[in-house]
């Protein structure tokens, strides 16, 4: 089965500070989609970041960028500059050839001022 | 675009009766799912959908019909409602290409008593 694994269920820095959030998953296809989510309190599923699997450049988006490893199955989350509004829950989903849009568990992630 | 429209937002259901969820999106999506989210296990994939007449089943399907006779609706049924199926439920879609990004429903809080 293909799967995707968040392994830390809380992370908390202090504000300003860098944050990595990691995910790892499992699969044997060669091409598919990866996301980073935000979910805010407000239980919206806003989208922080994408990644192409095919692509070897890793995705960028103002503070948030990823770690695409692909040969690793990696396929981490690097937020830099870390402000309160960042404090969500944060989930790796991945979307594979079958057209599956699998989910992590989350990672709760909290600033702290 | 209205995006994704999930309702209701809020519904408290008996053991035993039978309601359905309503899913509509505007964006002609091909890729829609359901997912339940409960706490520390991320979104668990209830039933997926590749286009209009063609469903499958997730990850957690039992208990759940769905179908998808157009391509904007794709509704979830609970059949007997059982306490076990309290949860949060967001309905998806998307299309595959270079710029893919799921859409969500606004959530529906369901509880069974």
């Known amino acids: 089965a293909q799967t995707v694994t968040q392994s830390q269920p809380e992370m908390s820095v202090q504000e300003a500070e860098t944050v990595t959030l990691s995910c790892t998953y499992d699969?044997?296809?060669?091409?598919?989609?990866l996301f980073w989510y935000k979910q805010p309190p407000s239980r919206q599923m806003i989208l922080v970041i994408r990644?192409?699997?095919?692509k070897q450049q890793n995705a960028t988006e103002n503070r948030f960028s990823v770690n695409f490893q692909k040969a690793a199955k990696s396929f981490s989350l690097k937020i830099s500059d870390s402000q309160l509004g960042d404090t969500a829950m944060y989930f790796c989903a991945v979307i594979w050839g079958n057209y599956q849009l699998i989910w992590g568990a989350g990672t709760k992630l909290i600033i702290k001022p | 675009n209205a995006g994704v429209t999930q309702t209701p937002k809020f519904q408290v259901l008996k053991t035993g009766q039978s309601m359905t969820l309503q899913c509509a999106q505007d964006m002609n999506h091909e890729y829609m799912s359901w997912y339940r989210q409960d706490p520390g296990m991320g979104l668990r994939l209830i039933h997926y959908?590749?286009?209009?007449?063609?469903?499958d089943q997730g990850e957690v399907p039992n208990g759940y019909n769905v179908s998808r006779s157009t391509t904007e609706d794709f509704p979830l049924r609970l059949l007997s409602a059982a306490p076990s199926q309290t949860s949060v439920y967001f309905c998806?879609?998307?299309?595959?290409?270079?710029?893919?990004?799921?859409?969500f429903g606004q959530g529906t809080r369901l509880t069974v008593v």
């Open positions: 998806a879609s998307w299309d595959r290409g270079h710029d893919t990004e799921a859409f």
């Open positions: 959908s590749v286009g209009a007449g063609i469903t």
């Open positions: 990644q192409e699997a095919y």
């Open positions: 699969t044997s296809e060669n091409n598919y989609y």
